[in-house]
Structure formats: structure tokens, C-alpha cells
């Protein structure tokens, strides 16, 4: 954990010692640090937060570029601090520094 802007994914699979980049997201609506990643259960997105009300998703996969935000409230009322994907990569839970989960 940094307070960098960047999100850097390394592909595993088939990995012998070195690891190696395989996409480099530059975050957005970031205040201070990113809290939290998670990986969708596709294996094709990730989702990150930050100490702002909103949630991001990027693509990790593909010839397009994906990156969109969601703001769940007043930007400034509350930080997301974890956020996990259900099981079927469709919603995203986030847990909040005001006591509440979105």
C-alpha cells in the first residue's frame, strides 16, 4: 500500500520466478490512498475504492479500456474502506468509515 495512483495487476498463471506486469490501471477520484482491490470472480475486472464515496471498476483483460466510477453518496459524508464482489461478479458490497455498508 502506497498513497501511489496506480493499480498494477501480474498475471500468475503459468509463472515461473519473475513476475511481470500485465496492466497498470491509474486510479481515479482517489483521496490520500486506494482502501481496498478486488478481483471479479471472471477474472476480467477489478473494483477499487478510496477514502471517497465512490467505488471504481477497470477492466484487467481485453483490447478495450473500461473505467467507470460510481459515487454511492456525498462524496465528502464518507470513505470506502473495503468493498468485496459477490459470488456472482454482479454486485459489490462496500464497507464505509460511517459505520454502514453499501
Known sequence: ??????????DTE???????PSKVIEARHIRWTITDVDTSP?????C???MTSAVSLANIVG????????NLGDRH??????LRYG??????????NDYCMR
Open 48 to 50: 477499487y475504492s478510496s
Open 14 to 20: 503459468g509463472c515461473d520466478q519473475l513476475l511481470r
Open 63 to 70: 483490447e478495450y479500456e473500461l473505467h467507470e466510477s460510481m
Open 1 to 10: 500500500s502506497t498513497q501511489g495512483k496506480q493499480i498494477v495487476v501480474f
Open 42 to 46: 471472471c477474472r476480467k475486472f477489478v
Open 77 to 82: 459524508s464518507f470513505g470506502v474502506l473495503s
Open 87 to 96: 459470488a456472482g461478479g454482479q454486485e459489490v458490497v462496500a464497507g464505509c
